[in-house]
């Protein structure tokens, strides 16, 4: 049986152009069959869900602490914990210069969904067996544009991006606790690890306002609207 949102975006899919399967993020208490579940870290879960795998993501089978801790399978780590992870961040992985540098970013930042579902489900959108919470598009910086210009397209309002941080918080946490369109480069650890492409820019849209990017496809120039200049626009420009 084909749901409904599987094949909801195949306009939009085909109009903009993308080499990858945008991915369906859900967060779930039901235990969903998805095939067989393996241990994964989440950065590398995205891009495997683009090609087309699917994962049952949970605190046992995600693989990195920071991105359990992200996207709220377990609490932030404390006291010698703490410690270490402020030593990794800052003098191995030197994603940040200090513990307050470090502290900042995480205050400053949107908090994780802590214990907000048992599990999140990760497939290509084609294949996803629950509606998604959240859609995720690896895009180039048209691909970017051409989203961003389709979902402010009825509303005439900008997203409010946050971009810092790692990749499972700006493509995954952020949007999920606030709802808001994100867009992300990740951070460059992820990117290397994980051998993102050089152009990949990370756009993840609310599902709830993905029905109004379709529905401004042949409505909106970003989409397949024709651009037109009266000839009174004409002559103003000239």
Not at 42 to 64: H, N, P, R, V, Y
Request: glycine residues 6%.
């Amino acid at each position: 049986m084909v749901e409904f949102w599987q094949n909801q975006m195949d306009e939009l899919i085909d109009v903009l152009g993308f080499e990858n399967e945008p991915v369906a993020i859900t967060f779930t208490n039901q235990a969903v069959e998805m095939g067989a579940s393996r241990r994964v870290r989440l950065c590398q879960a995205m891009q495997s869900s683009a090609e087309g795998e699917s994962f049952i993501i949970d605190k046992e089978t995600s693989t990195c602490m920071g991105g359990s801790w992200h996207c709220g399978f377990v609490e932030h780590p404390s006291g010698r914990s703490h410690r270490t992870l402020q030593h990794f961040l800052t003098k191995g992985e030197k994603l940040t210069h200090s513990v307050i540098s470090f502290h900042r970013m995480q205050a400053l930042a949107a908090p994780p969904p802590f214990d907000v579902a048992d599990f999140m489900l990760m497939s290509p959108m084609q294949s996803a067996p629950v509606m998604p919470d959240l859609v995720l598009f690896l895009a180039t910086a048209e691909q970017t544009c051409r989203l961003l210009g389709l979902d402010s397209f009825w509303d005439g309002i900008s997203p409010i991006v946050e971009v810092s941080g790692s990749l499972c918080h700006s493509a995954i946490a952020y949007p999920a606790v606030t709802g808001r369109t994100n867009i992300s480069f990740g951070d460059w650890t992820a990117r290397r690890h994980e051998k993102y492409g050089p152009g990949v820019v990370f756009v993840t849209v609310p599902y709830e306002r993905i029905h109004n990017l379709v529905a401004a496809v042949p409505e909106c120039s970003a989409g397949t609207a024709p651009f037109e200049v009266s000839p009174e626009m004409r002559h103003f420009m000239e």
